[in-house]
């Protein structure tokens, strides 16, 4: 026979168990036990009897008793263990007392009494050990009071199990007995609790195997470390470290950064050698990071970056040396300005391998690769268009034109307090010497007096120096979640914002995928597949992004930035020092392309550095992977998950030549501009503005990017 405390049940859902129960009078289940008795009729009883007969001896029978009848007379409420209809044992609420009883050849007797109390009798119980029956009750069905122990007056080794309620006498208003939880065990929280918590406990198991069984990725550098040994360090990233006098690393304060990295101890992080400016590196420990869900950070890797002597790491040199010549050239003028296309020519003839596309064109030069970079004007539309709101005052966001973005009551400004045009940093050696020994020139930009939208490199530079690598991607959303239907300006035929959507949810949503069978009737999204849940992922997304690039950048790579890269040509160029560094560089500096704009004193710069457009410099971390534009992927990859990239941009804009207001853009392809275009052209603007501040390098973009879109890509599939 099984043991009475075997027959275990939650009730989940609104059907009985017909393996365990048969139930009996007005009862029914959602996800308790729930009688109700008929009102003003005599001898109405409910409940569940168990569809088979265990054995109490040595086992147990308990039940939460959440309700119980109203205390009038006749009511009871019960958990009983029946032989047969003349002998059981049972624990009864009646008339407002707990009582223990039995029933032994049908005559019922009463071993004990105590008032009821609905908290400190929350639980029953009926056991047998060793010949003796018990009648208990419990607070928390952990800690119980014995109402009454008697030698077993009857068999208990056959018994039916039966939890009920009803009336003897007619009752204007029995109420309801509610039952719950049967023999689960001490300590176990309600059914529905701990369904959820075993639930989410298996489908984390289940996550976490699949990425624990998928493959991390082999990690592989240039080898830059060893590739030199005659010259030592000249191909890695040292800044902030200690340097000998040309600004090579020096090779001691190095080995206490890789001592660090290698053995992964936060103390010896603490020992590395820093130079004599004092700066902190930037967070290496981050790349040691574990996520609690979806993949391991070090399961992503970049392919080697371009080795320092290379032809290709030349002509990407080449290239940002010529977007910091053409840091102030108004977009809209790239295809009649003079220096655009002498960079045309340079890139297309002494540059091929730069990784641009080639032939370059004015326009595609400075872009992008990637679908729907190299449509349309430059910069995204998602930088410079506000969204409209036909309900506010013209000027003040009713177009979007106006540049404003609505976030809630409040509004963001796509017009940025840019910085001062022609003011480079880290163009005479002395400077630059000294942010490579971690001299610390924050804080010295110089702003321009107006606020302007993003029209040149030098804008765009700004807006990537001072924004948490989300900015812009938060922004991109609020416009897609916000834009009403209509067209946009001089409030013409808008929709209401934030319902009647210019930019419709893609086929995925589960809620609202317009013309598709999932597009629900009643519902809509809101917490999942709705505003916050696209919010919350962008978060999480880009943190999971940057992680992965720490550890590329920090525990792999660790490739020199191209301002380091440029201290390296100027000491070269000026005999200080030999370096094995390709001669396309050379030729265009010294009687080629450049030549004009590099080296000679009166030249726009007079030395052979990398003009840098941040005072700092590039920050204190390696250059590849690259944050931002890791960042970026990441970000528009859900953005474009979550939305049609097939809707197309209405009433493109560009600046005007000062930057302070929005006109029409007319190009030819004005028309074929869509969400997943612009949203690539927007991760591509982040991050190739990093490359115009002299701080990343294009295949830092180009491989950046793709890492960026894999992490919410293989996140999802988990």
Known sequence: ???????????????????????????????????????????????????????????????????????????????????????????????GALLAVQLVANVTTVLASVTYCPTLHRWLRLRESTGVAYWEASPDGKTWTVLAARPSPLRLDDVLIEIGAGTDVAAASPGQ???????????????????RRLGALGIREQVAALDADRPHALHASNDDEVNYPAIGLIG???????????????????????????????????????????????????????????????????????????????????????????????????GTDPVIAQAVASLNNEFPAFGGTVPVTTQNVFRGIYPGEQVGPY?????????????????????????????????????????????????????????????????????????????????????????????????????????????????????????????????GNPYDSPGTVRDSRTQAGFVTFGPVHLLELLNEGVARALRATWFQKWFVHRRLRPEEFGGRIDNWLNARRDYPIHVSIRNSLQGGGLAPYYGQAGERFPSYLLPQAFPEGAPTHPAYAAGHATGAGAAVTLLKAFFDGNTPIENPLIPNAAGTALVPYTGADAGQMTVTGELNKLAGNIALFRNAAGVHWRSDYTYSLLLGEAVPSRCCRS
């Open 236 to 334: 890695s990233y040292s800044k902030g470290l200690r340097h000998d006098a040309l600004g090579d690393p020096e090779p001691h304060a190095y080995a206490s950064l890789l001592r660090a990295l290698e053995s992964g101890d936060p103390g010896d992080f603490e020992e590395i050698i820093l130079g004599p400016g004092g700066k902190k590196l930037t967070n290496p420990q981050a790349g040691l990071a574990f996520h609690l869900e979806a993949p391991d950070p070090q399961e992503f890797t970049v392919p080697p970056a371009p080795r320092f002597d290379s032809r290709v790491e030349a002509h990407e040199m080449g290239e940002l040396y010529w977007m910091a010549v053409a840091r102030d050239v108004h977009f809209a003028s790239y």
């Open 177 to 195: 007995a509610v039952f719950d939880r049967v023999n689960l065990p001490a300590g176990i929280p309600a059914r529905r609790i701990e369904e």
């Open 1 to 95: 026979m099984v043991k009475a405390h075997l027959l275990v049940d939650s009730f989940t859902g609104t059907v009985v168990d017909a393996t365990k129960w048969v139930a009996f009078g007005p009862v029914q289940q959602a996800g308790s036990v729930i009688v109700t008795p008929a009102a003003s009729t005599a001898f109405s009883y409910g409940g569940y009897v168990s569809a088979r007969r265990y054995d109490l001896t040595g086992s147990e029978v308990r039940v939460e008793l959440q309700q119980v009848l109203n205390p009038a007379a006749g009511a009871r409420t019960y958990l009983a263990v029946k032989l047969n209809n003349q002998n059981g044992l049972s624990l009864v609420v009646e008339n």
């Open 379 to 507: 910069v995204s539309q998602f930088l410079w268009k506000g969204n409209a709101d036909p309900r506010k005052p013209d000027g003040q966001g009713r177009d979007a034109d106006e540049g404003y973005i609505t976030y809630g009551s409040q509004v963001i400004d796509q017009r940025q307090l840019t910085v001062q045009p022609g003011v480079d940093y880290l163009t005479s050696f002395a400077p630059w010497l000294n942010a490579q020994n971690g001299a610390d020139f924050r804080g010295q930009d110089q702003f321009d007096t107006q606020r302007r939208f993003i029209r040149n490199l030098r804008d765009g530079t700004s807006y990537v120096h001072f924004d948490q690598v989300i900015n812009a991607f938060y922004n991109a959303a609020t416009i897609l979640l916000a834009e009403p239907t209509g067209n946009q300006l001089n409030g013409v035929g808008a929709g209401r914002p934030m319902v009647d959507m210019e930019f419709p949810f893609g086929n």
